[in-house]
């Protein structure tokens, strides 16, 4: 009797050690990261869930065949990272990146090509001059009874207290001027915070939607953007937003909601686009990557991915004027 | 935090009056939980961490049948073999039932057991479409072995495992966090229902194993330390797999 309770105790230790550590035991192998099948997971994935093949015209079962002859199980990481690189600049996206510890791969044809028309020293030096507001991330100041704000980046967080005196200071101003050239994106709230301020209607100014698998056409149904109108105090007033080729992301989304106002007027150059929203992966070699995941069209249905144009565009070498900034000049003179 | 705690309140309630006349046992585990986690949708890597677990349980033991519901909690720093890092947590409300056969042996009972379980991961380089996630409630067929053993019987040793094959699941869509049909003009609810899919059997996986091992104090309470095993691999958009090793030690409450 003894013996067999002893046996049943060995025989349940057993078990119950054998039992341990199964999350460890079925844990998955790491998948191969040689050079071949990094490109091969970075090409596929990019096949399947990158939305723009169509409208860029772009072959990527050519560009397979381009450049998955230059890799080699022996290239050393430098040279693979270059190769993914180049291939990935061929979407011509500024939403399309490669990360890796050493390096950052993009493609800023959007912009490199262009005059920015934006010279900040001009801009501190004769309107934010040194006694400007700083509320929050704005830098604000009058011009000409007109209010000029200039917004560097959409990531700098702007809360609805910092658009209260926005707002307040607009009592005492005939106009509002923002300036957001070169501001690269960020956080697409921040734009709409801004832009529910100027409407007390619910406003459509876009359309979009996601990819939903492999196909070209695999994407979800197209949906209204919308701006929807602050609870508290509007401005209902004029207002000028300077653009540039430099204006990207949300930028070129706030551009387009600002298209979308009756009483607000772009000025500037056509923004640099950027109107997919960037989905992040990972490689099997540990680079990250990104890459635009949707598409975004205006109330004409033109992709804003390739900007958005203004309502006057001022890029012409006879709308230069010396020594002043000719974007904030013509918004002045429209805001009179 | 009110409302878990008054959904708590009648989980407990309602077990409480079908467990009238039975035996009820309210039971409290922590412990380390060893975990790995991999979205294909994000990076063919596994993820893996370990941290606290909890679990919130309570039984109820009739003459022939048993039902028992835990409520498990963990959120873990997990790390790729590159550093790279994601908090996943997981929760999961899972429920057994076991019946005593005439047919089988005195020390093994049968019977079904139903997950509903929530995964979210939450990728630190990912600053779009994050949390990603997956929630899964499913049933299938669960067995029990239980044995007493000592001077007195004081010593109870169980060791239970359940395999779901049928059910729902719920998870991110192709690109983004929320399932498609969220990302479209209706109403929540048809979004809901048009988000579901069907846990099919041999195409989502989801199983687990409980293994514990008791003492029975002089006023009938318990301690114990155990280990609970999970295995979850779910196919949407793209395919999803987690896996957790949980150690604990266990306080049983006779009620």
Known sequence: MRQAFSFTRIFLFNIAVLAMSCEEIIEPKAPDANPIAVFDHLWNDIHNRYSFFEEKQIDWEAKKQKYRPLIHDEMDPFGLFDVLGDLLAELEDGHVNLLSTFNRSRNWNWFEDFALYYDEQLIYDKYLKTDYRIIGPLHAQTVENMLYVNYRSFERTLSDRHMDEIIRLMQFHDGLIIDVRSNGGGNLQNALNIASRFTEEEVVYASQRFKTGPGRSDFTPWTPMRITPHSGQKYLGKVAILTNRRSYSTTTFFAQMIRALPQARLFGDRTGGGGGIPVFAELPNGWTYRFSGSQTVDLDNQHIEFGVLPDQLLTHPMDLIEGKDHFIEAAVDWLR | ?255
Not at chain 2, 81 to 102: C, D, N, Q
Not at chain 2, 180 to 197: M, V
């Open chain 2, 1 to 255: 935090m009110k409302r878990y705690l008054i959904l708590l309140s009648l989980i407990l309630m309602q077990s409480w009056v079908l467990a009238q006349g039975k035996q009820r046992t309210l039971f409290l585990n922590t412990g380390p939980q060893n975990a790995w986690e991999r979205d294909f949708a994000y990076s063919p890597l596994v993820y893996k961490g370990c941290a606290m677990g909890f679990t919130l349980g309570y039984s109820s033991i009739g003459e022939k049948k048993t039902d028992e519901v835990y409520l498990h909690y963990s959120s873990l720093p997990m790390q790729n073999a590159f550093e790279a890092e994601m908090t996943g947590t997981l929760a999961s409300v899972i429920t057994y039932t076991f019946y005593k056969a005439a047919w089988l042996p005195e020390k093994i009972t049968i019977g079904w057991s139903n997950n509903n379980a929530l995964s979210l991961r939450n990728y630190q380089d990912a600053q779009n479409f994050n949390p990603r996630f997956d929630f899964h409630t499913s049933f299938g067929p669960a067995a029990r072995y239980q044995t007493s053993f000592g001077k007195d019987n004081q010593w109870r040793f169980s060791s239970q495992a359940h395999w779901q094959v049928i059910g729902f699941l719920l998870s991110a869509s192709y690109v983004t966090s929320p399932p498609d049909p969220f990302l479209h003009e209706q109403s929540t609810f048809n979004a809901f229902w048009q988000s579901i899919r069907f846990f099919q059997p041999f195409q989502q996986h989801d199983l687990g194993m409980l293994n514990q091992l008791f003492y029975r104090l002089s006023n009938g309470n318990e301690i114990g330390i155990g280990y609970r095993f999970h295995y979850t691999s779910l196919e949407n958009a793209h395919r999803a797999q987690h896996s957790g090793g949980h150690y604990f030690f266990q306080l049983n409450f006779q009620l």
